[in-house]
């Protein structure tokens, strides 16, 4: 029985799966959408797949919230009233250049650039599209978290 610990409930767990789960640290993410059902569904998708997730309705409140959680990953909306996505990406670049960014929007243009290209040239890591699945925007920050060896030791 040295190999199994017993939890408070009276069920027997490994050993190795306790500590692991007692010590996992879990990558945090911030969500900046002004849309309550997509903030919440986006919220959703990242929780059920073991983000510690902060929220926020608009590049105001998201930049408050970056000061105080400081999150490994950034999904934010492009299209925002008191401050757009655009300028929140370059604030978060200015605070944290870090941090990774997920800019998306469900349409618009300015001119010949499209608001998800221009918001990938001012320094948001990948873009998305919406509508989308929610395979899509977790291929997305999964990728980014691949691609930087430092948040694969913290989310280890």
Known sequence: MANYFRVEDGTEILRSEYEKSETEQRLKALVVED???MRATVCDILA???YDVESAC???DG???FERALP???VTDIMMPEKEGIETILELRRLCNDVKIVAMSGGGRTGNLSFLEMAKSLGAD???SKPFLPSQLLNLV???VLSDPSMCEEAA
Request: cysteine-free; charged content about 40%; overall charge negative.
């Open 35 to 37: 849309n309550e059902e």
């Open 48 to 50: 059920e797949n073991g």
């Open 58 to 60: 608009n590049g105001v």
């Open 63 to 65: 930049l408050k919230v």
């Open 72 to 74: 490994d990953i950034v």
């Open 126 to 128: 990948r873009v998305l």
């Open 142 to 144: 999964e990728d980014l």
